[in-house]
């Protein structure tokens, strides 16, 4: 599993001019919420530094910019699209941001350790998942979820059940499939590994 990642602390974030172009700037005044404006330009930040040390390009080189359908980040390069596999997750306080130049498809996940009410594992996890108990590996299995429908470019419009993450192995079932196999069915590596203390995180990648 080879992949980049970088931290970003969201109390000591650049001057949004100085890291975002003129069409970034643009979308990032539209955003309303405090809170909403910073995890956004923490993303951004993250995935510039790491894609303009890369590329060997300045950070205005690099745009993320939402697609017009789906909302979906897409990165450009001197604006034009880059295929470049990457993605972006924030949490409490942290953006970070991968990039996976050997793959085809990356999916991350950060969250807070954190008690949950019990309707909340009910709810999200399937009972075959439900190998171990406690906080942290909640957690973890909720970041395994978010990394995979991650790299599948669906998010959480998925149900739950249907990506089943057990023993950091991935089953898909029913819709989940079939998005699955509309991909070519790549063998995805999942892994959860330290990064912030008090936090899980987790990555899947896929040739």
């Given at each position: 599993?080879?992949?980049?990642?970088?931290?970003?602390?969201?109390?000591?974030?650049?001057?949004?001019?100085?890291?975002?172009?003129?069409?970034?700037?643009?979308?990032?005044?539209?955003?309303?919420?405090?809170?909403?404006?910073?995890?956004?330009?923490?993303?951004?930040?993250?995935?510039?530094?790491?894609?303009?040390?890369?590329?060997?390009?300045?950070?205005?080189?690099?745009?993320?910019?939402?697609?017009?359908?789906?909302?979906?980040?897409?990165?450009?390069?001197d604006g034009k699209q880059s295929m470049l596999p990457f993605s972006i997750t924030h949490s409490q306080g942290f953006a970070v941001a991968?990039?996976?130049?050997?793959?085809?498809?990356?999916?991350?996940?950060?969250?807070?350790?954190?008690?949950?009410?019990?309707?909340?594992?009910?709810?999200?996890?399937?009972?075959?998942?439900?190998?171990?108990?406690?906080?942290?590996?909640?957690?973890?299995?909720?970041?395994?979820?978010?990394?995979?429908?991650?790299?599948?470019?669906?998010?959480?419009?998925?149900?739950?059940?249907?990506?089943?993450?057990?023993?950091?192995?991935?089953?898909?079932?029913?819709?989940?499939?079939?998005?699955?196999?509309?991909?070519?069915?790549?063998?995805?590596?999942?892994?959860?590994?330290?990064?912030?203390?008090?936090?899980a995180f987790s990555v899947a990648v896929a040739e």
């Amino acid at each position: 599993m080879t992949y980049q990642l970088e931290v970003v602390d969201l109390q000591n974030l650049p001057p949004a001019l100085s890291v975002l172009s003129e069409l970034e700037n643009a979308f990032f005044q539209t955003l309303k919420l405090p809170k909403r404006k910073t995890e956004w330009l923490g993303g951004r930040v993250a995935l510039k530094r790491l894609i303009s040390a890369y590329e060997h390009v300045p950070l205005h080189a690099v745009e993320v910019l939402p697609q017009a359908q789906s909302g979906k980040p897409q990165l450009l390069l001197d604006g034009k699209q880059s295929m470049l596999p990457f993605s972006i997750t924030h949490s409490q306080g942290f953006a970070v941001a991968a990039l996976a130049p050997t793959h085809k498809y990356i999916g991350i996940d950060l969250e807070k350790i954190s008690p949950r009410m019990n309707a909340w594992k009910t709810d999200f996890f399937h009972p075959t998942e439900l190998t171990g108990e406690g906080d942290a590996f909640l957690t973890k299995l909720w970041t395994q979820k978010e990394a995979v429908v991650k790299l599948l470019g669906t998010g959480l419009t998925l149900n739950s059940f249907d990506v089943r993450c057990i023993n950091d192995t991935v089953q898909f079932f029913n819709r989940a499939l079939q998005i699955y196999e509309s991909v070519g069915s790549p063998a995805i590596t999942l892994q959860t590994r330290p990064l912030l203390q008090g936090f899980a995180f987790s990555v899947a990648v896929a040739e």
